[in-house]
């Protein structure tokens, strides 16, 4: 807002100065002068068509991710691919689930002057109240990866539906229940969070609301563990807690990492055939396990990583640009329901991963 401020003065003082000179050239000076500040007072009132911006080769942006998964490579990858097809200056950085760098790193981007920056952030409090700060030192935002509430000042983001993706795995895992155990299944939540509580709750309860009615389910276990390793060793305690009640015959990971990880865990337990998973995120490995002969992982629900990172990287140049779109608008980009029992969708998500990663 300041900056607009500052430019609708400008604009009309070098109006006011302009007429007092009466000769043909000046009063074409004068003309030229109420056209900016005609623009200028536009943009103040909140129009959205495109102005004059930065030129593409003069444009440095950042994108941003936090963690070392396929998701985030994928929506790196989709950064990567706008900044390419649009031909402006890229940087790429990961925060490695570190709230203090990611203030860190968003200070040195502001330091630095780049044009802006387009992030998967940590926190949805205190990650938007450091962009906001960049925002005020003049870089623009778009954000991927995130639910926004109340960010007026970001130009742009796309996330998925939390709670669908929970949801949409929710519904198979019912089905699977009632047509394969009889109606009766002990279950186990592997979640993220500590990590990211707001994404995590939104997952867990579009799937337990699937399931929560039905009289022959019990929750055993409700347990973080978002990275691989540490979901191949929680799952591994979980399934060892409960040999002795009965075992689990079903386990629900709300990520990536926990997804692949429980499906290890219970490879390596010898429970290939009595514990059945269902996850959430798609890769390939996940597409790989679905494949398999072991009968473990049934079903996930992925994301789109790469749209959501190409997205939110475009509506950051094209906004720099002078593109202005609706600040602080919402994009859902959908999921996909990948299910052993669909190897053609597998097969094509496989196929179409595999161009994305240029593979």
């Given at each position: 807002m300041k900056r607009k401020v500052i430019s609708i003065l400008l604009a009309a003082t070098m109006a006011m100065s302009l007429t007092v000179c009466a000769s043909a050239a000046e009063e074409t000076e004068t003309e030229a002068a109420t056209e900016v500040a005609t623009e200028a007072g536009s943009e103040a009132e909140g129009e959205t068509e495109a102005t004059s911006g930065k030129a593409a080769e003069d444009i440095t942006v950042a994108g941003v991710v936090f963690q070392e998964d396929q998701f985030m490579r994928l929506m790196q990858k989709g950064y990567e691919a706008a900044a390419e097809d649009y031909g402006v200056n890229l940087m790429t950085s990961n925060t490695n689930n570190d709230q203090a760098k990611e203030a860190d790193l968003i200070n040195t981007y502001v330091t630095q002057g780049i044009d802006g920056i387009a992030i998967a952030p940590l926190n949805e409090t205190s990650s938007m109240q450091a962009l906001e700060t960049a925002y005020d030192a003049g870089l623009e935002i778009a954000v991927g990866n995130t639910k926004l509430a109340d960010a007026p000042f970001v130009c742009g983001g796309y996330t998925s539906d939390n709670y669908n993706l929970g949801e949409l795995t929710g519904q198979k895992a019912k089905e699977f229940i009632e047509n394969e155990l009889g109606g009766e299944a002990r279950v186990a939540i592997i979640q993220f969070k500590s990590q990211l509580p707001d994404q995590s709750e939104a997952r867990t309860n579009g799937f337990l609301d699937q399931i929560k009615d039905m009289p022959g389910v019990e929750i055993v276990a409700d347990q973080d563990a978002w990275l691989q390793d540490d979901a191949v060793q929680v799952v591994s305690d979980i399934l060892t807690a409960n040999e002795a009640?009965?075992?689990?015959?079903?386990?629900?990971?709300?990520?990536?990492?926990?997804?692949?990880?429980?499906?290890?865990?219970?490879?390596?337990?010898?429970?290939?055939?009595?514990?059945?998973?269902?996850?959430?995120?798609?890769?390939?490995?996940?597409?790989?396990?679905?494949?398999?002969?072991?009968?473990?992982?049934?079903?996930?629900?992925?994301?789109?990583?790469?749209?959501?990172?190409?997205?939110?990287?475009?509506?950051?140049?094209?906004?720099?640009?002078?593109?202005?779109?609706?600040?602080?608008?919402?994009?859902?980009?959908?999921?996909?329901?990948?299910?052993?029992?669909?190897?053609?969708?597998?097969?094509?998500?496989?196929?179409?991963?595999?161009?994305?990663?240029?593979?």
């Open positions: 009640d009965g075992g689990v015959d079903i386990i629900w990971a709300a990520n990536d990492g926990g997804t692949i990880g429980a499906t290890m865990a219970v490879k390596n337990a010898g429970k290939a055939g009595e514990t059945f998973v269902f996850g959430t995120d798609a890769a390939e490995q996940q597409a790989a396990f679905l494949k398999s002969d072991d009968n473990i992982l049934q079903c996930v629900t992925g994301q789109d990583p790469f749209t959501i990172g190409y997205n939110t990287m475009e509506v950051l140049i094209k906004t720099i640009m002078g593109e202005k779109g609706e600040y602080g608008k919402e994009v859902i980009v959908p999921g996909v329901v990948l299910s052993r029992d669909d190897v053609d969708s597998i097969t094509a998500f496989e196929e179409d991963l595999a161009e994305k990663m240029g593979n």
